[in-house]
């Protein structure tokens, strides 16, 4: 296999010539060796798909030339289908906020579309990274908007195995309401209990655990997708800022919100330690 050359601001690195990621995904995999853990596939499709509703946006808005929006659109498609994750090649635990992750992306969805649309991976002058797949966009907004989207499916589906749970704990709470056992104090024999009124109770405890999470997932609905740095929108246009979020939800079917304040949205993470508690909770209950 043959090389090529990329440059960033630190110099050249050489590279597989027939490999998406770029340049700084590889200064990432050098900088950060820590788990030898890859990213979580979800989270890496999530990314991907805020990569594809900002090209779908800047694309119909005229801020990207066609052709280029529809390459990277299709690149988006092609790691969304499933197709090859090879090239993420970043670490799990990462320095920079998540910038490694975000510029991983943008080179693997940068490399796809330029070799649409005909060109050699690497070649940058037909589609770069940060000038046309990251447009209008900063890892400030791209990591925390991907790292909520992940997070709202995630506890989906462990709403439904908790739901399954549930179900089975009504089920024997039924079959075993006949059942006369001791209750238990302070580790010792109490007063008579039905056994099936015990298994009644975990079946509310885990009803309770359910309510908590959706609750605590409905707040990370607010997204501050267009606020880049620091929240302020800087270098950000307004059809972008404009569309952005209800494309983003189109395209999830996520029903998504842009925050009222986007700089509060940017810098606050508590959606993520509220949800995070909720969890907790649920792991101390079963």
Known sequence: ????????????????EDVRYGIQSLRAKENFPITGRKMDPRWIRNITLIKKAAAT????????????????????DEILSGDDMSDFIVDAIQGGAGTSANMNVNEVVANR??????????????????????????????????????????AADLETALGGLRAALLDKAEAFDGIVTVG?????????????????????????????????AEGLH????????????????????????RVLSEQTGVALRKADDLIDSTQNVDGFVEISGA????????
């Open 279 to 286: 969890l907790k909770a649920c792991a101390v209950d079963l």
């Open 222 to 245: 607010t997204i501050n997708m267009g606020g880049t740095a620091i929240g302020t929108a800087i270098n950000v246009k307004p059809l972008y800022l404009k569309n952005i979020t």
């Open 184 to 216: 238990r104090t302070q580790l010792e024999d109490a007063v008579p209990v039905r056994l099936g009124q015990i298994f009644g109770a975990f079946a509310s405890m885990v009803a309770r655990d359910m309510k908590r999470i959706d609750r605590c």
């Open 57 to 76: 946006v800047n694309g119909d808005a005229g801020y990207l030339p066609r052709s280029i929006a529809d390459a990277v659109i299709a690149a988006c």
């Open 1 to 16: 296999m043959g090389t090529r050359k990329e440059r960033d601001a630190v110099g050249f690195a050489e590279l597989p």
């Open 113 to 154: 579309a330029i070799r649409l649309l005909g060109g050699r991976y690497g070649d940058y002058s037909i589609v770069h990274p940060n000038d046309h797949v990251n447009m209008h966009q900063s890892t400030n907004d791209v990591i925390p908007t991907s790292g909520k989207l992940t997070v709202i499916g995630m």
